[in-house]
T-cell receptor, first 113, second 115 residues
């Protein structure tokens, strides 16, 4: 079983649509959680951190359910510029005190006019 | 702030040659740097973690003699792919952490093509 699992998509949605991505992780010792965005042939960029209390940043809302080891990302009012691959990422504290990021394979979003 | 520069962005080399990739933190001291590899349509996979002045910690299945990592200063880490072969062709990305150890700042990546 993969450590972080995501639906690969692609999700093809029209502008203005609301789209939701899901992610599950296998290691209950995971400490922190993120959504990253990766454009084609580019490095990943941090979109937002994810908390159990949920957090919102403009059109983006992220939620964490530790009990079910489930993370979600909701994008409202999709824009063409939202087209990218969205990576679910968990952070594990390693021996020696450093952090290890475990990346999901990503969910591809394509927003069309 | 928190800019990580990676060089080169793209390299093509012949099979059997060695390629060095540099990763620099431009405006902060990077206590830890990470090297990832990403094959097409796959997730980023951590190859190794390096702390300044000490040996890198390699992930299982990553050959330390093939992927040489040097982290001689708080602002520079290098990855050398020795005797590269076509199967080493991939997107290599570095990242670095400073005081906030749970936030990694990524370089722009290096696309390696081995002919």
């Amino acid at each position: 079983r993969k450590e972080v699992e995501q639906d690969p998509g692609p999700f093809n949605v029209p502008e203005g649509a609301t789209v939701a991505f899901n992610c599950t992780y296998s290691n209950s010792a995971s400490q922190s959680f993120f959504w990253y965005r990766q454009d084609c042939r580019k490095e990943p960029k941090l979109l937002m951190s994810v908390y159990s209390s949920g957090n919102e940043d403009g059109r983006f809302t992220a939620q964490l359910n530790r009990a079910s080891q489930y993370i979600s990302l909701l994008i409202r009012d999709s824009k063409l510029s939202d087209s990218a691959t969205y990576l679910c990422v968990v952070n594990l504290l390693q021996a020696g005190g450093y952090n290890k990021l475990i990346f999901g394979a990503g969910t591809r979003l394509a927003v069309h006019p | 702030g928190a800019v990580v520069s990676q060089h080169p962005s793209w390299v093509i080399c012949k099979s059997g040659t060695s390629v060095k990739i540099e990763c620099r933190s431009l405006d902060f001291q990077a206590t830890t740097m990470f090297w990832y590899r990403q094959f097409p349509k796959q997730s980023l996979m951590l190859m190794a973690t390096s702390n300044e002045g000490s040996k890198a910690t390699y992930e299982q299945g990553v050959e330390k003699d093939k992927f040489l990592i040097n982290h001689a200063s708080l602002t520079l880490s290098t990855l050398t792919v020795t005797s590269a072969h076509p199967e080493d062709s991939s997107f290599y990305i570095c990242s670095a952490t400073g005081l906030a150890k749970n936030i990694q700042y990524f370089g722009a990546g290096t696309r390696l093509s081995v002919l």
